[in-house]
């Protein structure tokens, strides 16, 4: 590894460096420090916490069952189509949060693709907390499909097929062989996956709301703040970048420390 960068690459990299670090360190500089503990313990903002927690929970549960099956599947059998569903899986990384919102309006709204379908059966994702999940679930699931994908594509396939030719099901050696071998990245995953159904604001409140109580999360608290009580938003910011940092540190401590 080079020690001493040449001076053209290493201003720009300090520059880029700066940039990054200005607005936390804003953010750190005008937190009100001595008041924190009660602006973070008010109703409002505990109320949203605990939303933002179930939200955030039930979008990970939905994305571990249902993405666990989908990496696999990219990774493993070769179907008409793989690329395709590759792409369907990345682009909700990509689309604007606004028109993720809008895209799930047009799917699952009440004039949706499947709205009649849902109403019929009793469920209105629109403006509920139901809705914050699935718009959470949307945008975050695809961290937790591409992390397994890429593990499951390095991972040796021989204790799989001893496990195979010793009478074990595909099932079987997914639970017993496969999983505990994916341990780590499923860990990575899930812990990106969590953090970035806990920091969705854009097709949350596009498609759910803004509603105290049902579908106001912390973001979208952070939000209402920022037009009354810009040192409220400030405070609660700084809680939302302590999970963040939190997440990236366990992260690079734990499972990412091949890459030191």
Not at 1 to 26: D, E, K
Not at 172 to 187: D, E, G, H, Q, Y
Request: charged share 10%; with cysteine.
């Amino acid at each position: 590894m080079t020690r001493r960068p040449p001076l053209a690459l290493a201003l720009p990299a300090l520059l880029a460096v700066a940039f990054l670090a200005v607005p936390l360190l804003g953010v750190l500089a005008d937190a009100p420090w001595s008041d924190l503990a009660g602006r973070l313990t008010e109703p409002a903002v505990t109320e949203a916490l605990r939303l933002s927690l179930l939200v955030s929970a039930w979008a990970l549960l939905l994305s571990v069952l249902f993405g666990v099956p989908l990496a696999w599947l990219l990774a493993r059998v070769d179907f008409p189509g793989r690329t395709a569903v590759r792409c369907l899986v990345l682009l909700p990384m990509v689309l604007p949060p606004t028109v993720a919102g809008v895209a799930l309006f047009q799917g699952l709204g009440r004039r949706g693709l499947l709205g009649g379908v849902l109403e019929s059966m009793g469920v209105v994702l629109p403006f509920s907390t139901a809705g914050a999940v699935v718009a959470a679930t949307f945008v975050a699931m695809p961290f937790l499909v591409i992390s397994l994908e890429g593990a499951l594509a390095g991972l040796e396939p021989h204790y799989e097929e001893a496990a195979a030719t010793m009478g074990a099901g595909p099932l079987r050696t997914l639970r017993l062989v496969t999983l505990p071998m994916l341990a780590p990245s499923l860990a990575a995953g899930a812990a990106l996956c969590w953090a970035r159904a806990l920091g969705e604001f854009g097709a949350t409140i596009t498609f759910a709301g803004n509603l105290p109580g049902s579908t106001q999360t912390l973001p979208l608290k952070v939000y209402l703040l920022l037009q009354d009580d810009p040192t409220g938003a400030t405070a609660v910011s700084l809680l939302l970048v302590a999970v963040a940092a939190a997440v990236l540190f366990i992260l690079r401590g734990r499972w990412l420390h091949p890459l030191r």
